[in-house]
């Protein structure tokens, strides 16, 4: 079964809206990170999240971790059009595996 | 410079053919990775190699075999393709286990006609 998963599967938003997507995971983890997938490209990390850490930021973007709840939210803040994208949570789940989600599908209207 | 490239980009190909994927990464790193793209975009491990040893082998068909001849290289090989295996396959690599940041390759569409 899936690690991660995320919500929702697809998002429309406005230019200038912020974003919002969650994550839900099963098992312990040590790290949490967030990767973006632009249309026909590979994926690109965005951030990572310790387990020990509840809040992070990057620029535009913020990262929670309740580990309580086996969850992590991604907001994006003033979204741009270049911000349309798939989005994906990722975890250390056991062994050496890194499970991906299945993504949350976001498009920026501009 | 390209971290991590993987040839062909695209690749059509009929049934029972056998075709290779090669990923080459000049990151230094010691972690490589085989993932499969599918069409609903969830993406699942394949096989990943630690200093050209193999650390994961998840359940695939042994119509897969990955080849590392050194750390900078990951190569994939699928005989008697079938149509199941259309999908897009991601390289990616990583400095130390997949609990660190993997940067990925650009994929290579792979269509089975």
């Known amino acids: 079964s899936q690690q991660g998963e995320e919500d929702p599967q697809a998002l429309s938003i406005q230019e200038g809206e912020n974003a919002t997507m969650n994550c839900s995971y099963k098992?312990?983890?040590?790290?949490l990170q967030w990767y973006r997938q632009n249309s026909g490209r590979g994926l690109v990390h965005l951030i990572l999240?310790?387990?020990?850490?509840r809040e992070k930021h990057s620029g535009r973007l913020r990262v929670t971790l309740d580990t309580s709840k086996k969850s992590s939210s991604l907001l994006i803040t003033a979204s741009r059009a270049a911000d349309t994208a798939s989005y994906f949570c990722?975890?250390?789940?056991?062994?050496?595996?890194?499970?991906f989600g299945a993504g949350t599908r976001l498009f920026v209207k501009a | 410079d390209t971290a991590v490239s993987q040839t062909p980009k695209y690749l059509v190909t009929q049934m029972g053919n056998d075709k290779s994927i090669k990923c080459e990464q000049n990151l230094g790193h010691d972690t490589m990775y085989w993932y499969k793209q599918d069409s609903k975009k969830f993406l699942k491990i394949m096989f990943s190699?630690?200093?050209?040893?193999?650390?994961i082998n998840e359940t695939v068909p042994n119509r897969f075999s990955p080849k590392s001849p050194d750390k900078a290289h990951l190569n994939l090989h699928i005989n008697s393709l079938e149509l199941g295996d259309s999908a897009v396959y991601f390289c990616?690599?990583?400095?130390?286990?997949?609990?660190?940041?993997?940067?990925f390759g650009a994929g290579t569409r792979l269509s089975v006609l």
């Open positions: 990722a975890t250390d789940g056991t062994s050496f595996k890194t499970i």
């Open positions: 190699y630690n200093n050209k040893e193999l650390i």
């Open positions: 990616a690599s990583s400095q130390g286990t997949s609990k660190n940041i993997q940067y």
């Open positions: 999240i310790r387990s020990n850490e």
């Open positions: 098992t312990s983890i040590n790290n």
